[in-house]
């Protein structure tokens, strides 16, 4: 058993070590990749007649509404939130000044997957001269706050909706709710009196996690419910329109745990995955090639408008971004990787802040 876990241990060591090694477009590639291979996996035994006439099927006055209201409202919705989030906890940061970064995100998001994921952050690091970590510390506490909305929207879901597919216990939702108030209490209570927690408690980079209140809370997480609500309701309306027969309770009770699991970062925008949880987990509700046509036209729909908002000002800017994380991926000589990542005490990462704010401030 010994050597068995030596040797998975080494082969996942080799493994991430190839990866690491892969150039940011070798990775995209990958990524889109494994993507396909999934779709060809979850395709099987559906003739592309039967894909043609799914689609000839569908009724796109609802479906086309339903999935560019859904888009812009995670858009928009979602630049309001990080302009928010990093306002709170990092830097000042308009609605305006957020725009081009989080269209770079969502750009990047469709051909550059490998570095998509540290485009925000790089836009805090070059326009406010905040820590790398940091920024990616902040991008984690909202993340979990996220995750606490869609338990809620999952406890609804449990409670009131009879039946629907990917179906769990209310109290597991309830479980995650708790777990994650009790991380929340621990750090707005103050500096812990064990050494290792205040060690913990005391890093420079989650900053974020110690300067919340129940009011931050709140807030972004009144700002994110909406978000996925409308989420919720659009993608009833883009099931209903490719002739999937479901109601609206179980669409929204069921598109917490959709997103968590098409939430996957090693393909890009979901390809892979959603055609996976669409044709297993609602084949009750529909044919298989209705699901998959769903599933695929979303999908398209979606990189369609990541790709229109990479035209202008926004490409360039979201290659400068790409740049940036590709750079900061590679330590300078003579120094190890991460050695510049912790800040010597959180006064000097205050400071720091502090005096590009007076320079950004009029932005």
């Known amino acids: ?97 957020m725009l081009p970064a989080n269209a770079a995100q969502y750009f990047l998001q469709v051909v550059n997957a490998a570095v998509a994921g540290g485009a925000l952050v790089a836009f805090l690091h070059r326009r406010k001269g905040v820590p790398w970590l940091a920024g990616g510390c902040t991008m ?9 909305v869609m338990a809620w ?7 009131f909706v009879p039946s629907f597919p990917f179906r769990t216990a209310w109290y597991y939702p309830a479980l995650a709710i708790v777990v994650l108030w009790v991380w929340a209490g621990f750090w707005m209570r103050g500096r812990p009196r064990s050494p290792f927690l205040r060690w913990v408690y005391e890093r420079p980079s989650l900053g974020a996690f110690r300067q919340a209140r129940v009011r931050h809370y709140l807030v972004l997480m009144a700002i994110r419910l909406p978000i996925f609500l409308v989420q919720c309701v659009s993608f009833y309306f883009q099931m209903v329109s490719f002739n999937i027969h479901v109601t609206l309770g179980q669409a929204i009770a069921a598109t917490p745990a959709i997103m968590l699991l098409t939430a996957l970062p090693i393909v890009p925008v979901g390809l892979g995955p959603d055609q996976a949880v669409m044709v297993y ?25 990541r790709l229109a908002l990479g035209l202008g000002s926004a490409g360039a800017f979201a290659r400068e971004l790409a740049d940036e994380v590709q750079a900061a ?4 000589p003579g120094k190890a990787a991460g050695d510049d990542l912790w800040p010597e005490s959180s006064g000097s990462t205050t400071r720091a802040c502090e005096e590009t704010t007076e320079t950004y401030g009029e932005e």
């Not at 990775?27 to 291979?37: C, E, F, S, T």
């Not at 929207?153 to 409670?159: H, M, P, S, V």
């Not at 044919?287 to 369609?304: E, P, Q, V």
Request: hydrophobic letters at 55%.
């Open 281 to 305: 987990g609602f084949r009750a509700y529909g044919s298989k090639a209705d699901l998959l046509g769903m599933s695929l036209a979303t999908n398209a729909m979606g990189m369609i408008f």
């Open 153 to 159: 929207i999952a406890l609804a879901g449990a409670w």
């Open 329 to 332: 991926d590679k330590p300078a």
């Open 1 to 97: 058993m010994r050597q068995v876990k030596a040797l998975a241990a080494r082969a996942l060591a080799r493994l991430s070590a190839a990866f690491s090694s892969l150039t940011p477009r070798r990775k995209n590639l990958l990524a889109y990749a494994v993507a396909l291979a999934i779709v060809v996996f979850v395709a099987r035994g559906i003739s592309f007649d039967d894909l043609a006439q799914a689609l000839g099927r569908a009724k796109l006055y609802l479906f086309t509404p339903a999935r560019v209201s859904s888009f812009a409202c995670f858009f928009f919705g979602e630049t309001l939130l990080f302009s928010w989030l990093f306002t709170y906890f990092n830097a000042p940061i308009g609605y305006r000044e």
């Open 140 to 148: 984690i506490f909202q993340g979990m706050l996220d995750f606490q």
